[in-house]
């Protein structure tokens, strides 16, 4: 199986703070990245695919790099909504498997 | 507008089997690259991918659960069933099912909590 690693796996920010989570995969994957953000009692929702490309509706204050093993999102001007659990997932290789998680809390 | 809605008990004795059924509109299972999958998500823990079905009948499941999972669809009534056989307490979860085009997962449903509990 591909692991998936993130960090940090929590922080805290400021409203108006520029955010960055970490994810690497144990192997290449290519750009078969995927990052979703969650908040407590709600489905995950899609945020990026293919590394760096936005879910459709998904504001450009959200953005995604990277490729092989080692991807980076970004969120910029951070708001209350903004506050959540982000995980990222592989969908190169059979088992898909997400990330740990990265909890963004209020400062 | 593509929605899925996950269904199915609540709560579940040990050792008794799981079926859930995810039910869907806004698109067809039958289209291609199109598929169904199922997460799980333990209280207060990360995701974990579970099994995935496609519109050309090909399955794929997380290998640590593949001899308890089963994924099937019904493409006549837009379902896709998910049964997980021998269930422990630690299975307890929300499930949640979602669709995908290849391209990791785009819609989801907003999940369904069971327990496990004698």
């Known amino acids: 199986d591909i692991q998936m690693t993130q960090s940090p796996s929590s922080l805290s920010a400021s409203v108006g703070d520029r955010v960055t989570i970490s994810c690497r995969a144990s192997?290449?994957?290519?750009?078969?990245l995927a990052w979703f953000q969650q908040k407590p009692g709600k489905a995950p929702k899609p945020l990026i695919y293919?590394?760096?490309s936005l879910q459709s509706g998904v504001p450009s204050k959200f953005s995604g790099s990277g490729s092989g093993t080692d991807f980076t999102l970004t969120i910029r001007s951070l708001q209350p909504e903004d506050f959540a659990t982000y995980y990222c997932?592989?969908?190169?290789?059979?088992?898909?498997?997400f990330g740990p998680g990265t909890t963004v809390d209020i400062k | 507008q593509i929605t899925l809605k996950e269904s199915g008990p609540t709560l579940v004795k040990p050792t008794q089997t799981l079926t859930l059924t995810c039910s869907f509109s806004?698109?067809?299972?039958?289209?291609?690259?199109?598929?169904v999958g199922w997460i799980r998500q333990p209280p207060g823990k990360a995701l974990e991918w579970l099994a995935l079905?496609?519109?050309?009948?090909?399955?794929r499941y997380s290998p640590s659960l593949r001899s308890r999972l089963s994924i099937t669809k019904d493409t006549s009534k837009n379902q896709v069933v998910l049964t997980m056989t021998d269930v422990d307490p630690v299975d307890t979860a929300s499930y949640y099912c979602?669709?995908?085009?290849?391209?990791?997962?785009?819609?989801w449903g907003q999940g369904t909590l069971v327990t496990v509990s004698s």
């Open positions: 997932q592989q969908y190169d290789g059979y088992p898909f498997t």
């Open positions: 293919g590394a760096s």
């Open positions: 192997q290449g994957i290519g750009n078969h």
């Open positions: 806004g698109f067809s299972l039958t289209t291609e690259r199109v598929g």
């Open positions: 079905i496609f519109w050309d009948d090909d399955e």
């Open positions: 979602a669709y995908g085009t290849g391209r990791t997962f785009d819609y």
